[in-house]
């Protein structure tokens, strides 16, 4: 393929990868590493900080998932890459500008936004998406002002994926134990005057059909501060359900998890965790704000989908958290499929009016939806490096794809960008701050700080 088209180390084939969580991260590092073409990389993310979901999105009592930074910045450091940080793009850098100076774009923006559940009450103050509490307790700029509050004794966080049982084991934990992490200082005082005692995980389908994994779940049930309550009833399965994850290793392990948390009595511990099936929320209630939940009674049809039975039960909560999926958020002049929430695409290859669009490719959540663990879009990525590779000699060629066309750009127009050196003065800052305290970082929450720490 070297041959056929016209890169070399004088010229090599120049890529943007627009944002650097994992799948933007996987992406460069397939494209650094194949030995085919000649090329450089760089990559904007809209934030001063690298590394994504994985910064803003894990828990963080989940430190051994966090560590794989460590591996994400050895490729942001190869001299092959370049990164942008602070960069939204859209605003400081163009569709058009990228095509300009680009001969190809792999779009990997992930899917930032949530799914509602379509309910009566869902706008009240207290009603809110698990989503948008991960970034507050994570420290994402954008959220750090987020008005929680933790004054009521119940909260609802409907979802039994692997984000519901994160929130929950957060909201579960004492302070002590939260206060060794480095989840964001503005979040640890709201949980230490936190006055929940009763966490309810609502699954609308039965215990066969929930999403989290065993590992996830079994956390649950080592929490020091609460005790797990499970229905013995729910865990009941029709002759379906049982069929459905007969060969199904992970589910059947988790339905004996259950059961296991199902037959133990209750120690007295100060909180407990709810892990409720068959129900679905049909209103959130309050005056001014949610101060109750009302839940119908599911059955599985045989599709097994969840089907009302007119039987319903109100919990008293003070808090929602909803945990019904992401979706991806359009960007300005890429294609958008608003009912898929992706951008569409052929295995990578952008679609414009469902024709491959030449040098637009994407990758991870905004390429398939949101599915799978951090690990499943390195496998996505180099399919999709696979396909851009595939299409070089075709490539129409960046115009001015020289390498200092694009910092002046954006010098030019104003932006405060952060380069890796400045990303790593940034850690280096937060690393120190939280060896002080005992904690593995403490997290500057203000893109301000961030751009004033990354330049000192």
Known sequence: MAEQNCFGEDRPLRVAVIGSGPSGVYATEALIKQGEVPVRVDVFDRLPTPFGLVRYGVAPDHQTIKSVTKVMQKVLQDPKVRFFGNVAFGRDLTHDDLRRHYDAVIYTVGASSDRHLGIPGEDLPGSLSATEFVAWYNGHPDYKDLPIRLDARGVAVVGVGNVAVDVTRILAKSVEE??????????????????????????????????????????LGELLNADVVVRPEELELDERSSASIADQPGLLKNLEVLREFAARPLSGKPRRVHIRFLVSPVAILGQGRVE?????????????????????????????????????????????????GIIPNQNGRVLRDGAVALGEYTAGWIKRGPSGVIGTNKADAAETVKLLLEDVPRLPQAQ?????????????????????????????????????QGRPRVKLTSVEEMLQAARE
């Open 292 to 340: 109750r939940i009302c839940l119908e009674k599911n059955r599985l049809d045989e599709g097994l989908n969840a089907v009302g039975t007119g039987v319903y039960e109100e919990l008293e909560v003070g808090l929602v958290l909803r945990s019904v999926g992401y979706k991806g958020v359009p960007l300005p002049g890429v294609p958008f499929d608003e009912r898929k």
């Open 178 to 219: 939260l206060g060794r992490t480095d989840i964001a200082d503005h979040a640890l005082p709201v949980l230490a005057e936190s006055q929940v005692t009763d966490i309810y995980m609502l699954g609308r389908r039965g215990p066969a059909q929930a999403k989290f994994t065993t590992k996830e779940l079994r956390e």
């Open 400 to 436: 001015e794809p020289h390498p200092e066309a694009v910092p002046r750009l954006l010098q030019a127009r104003g932006v405060r960008f952060v380069t890796l050196e400045g990303w790593l003065r940034l850690d280096a800052l937060e690393t120190q701050k939280g060896q002080a």
